[in-house]
């Protein structure tokens, strides 16, 4: 993910986009920040769903400030 987070912006046309899903049933929320921080990239919430069993998806965007 660190790689994905750094590489992700220099792909980018202008004008686009970079979408990340991430679920805190699975995953630490805290870390992808400061992952994307040592990235130089900040998160977003893009979209949420929530399931019945509980489960929330995010869908979260990535900017390169």
């Known amino acids: 993910i660190r790689r994905y ?3 992700a912006g220099s792909h980018l046309s ?3 986009r970079v979408l ?4 805190e049933t699975v995953g630490n ?5 400061q ?3 040592e990235a ?11 399931y ?4 929330t998806l995010a ?3 990535v900017t390169y400030p």
């Open 29 to 33: 929320k805290a870390l992808l920040d």
């Open 5 to 7: 987070l750094r590489d």
């Open 20 to 23: 990340l899903g991430f679920s």
């Open 14 to 16: 202008p004008g686009g």
């Open 40 to 50: 130089g990239a900040a998160l977003s919430v893009y979209r949420t769903r929530e």
């Open 52 to 55: 019945s069993n509980g489960t």
């Open 35 to 37: 992952h994307a921080a």
């Open 59 to 61: 869908i979260l965007e």
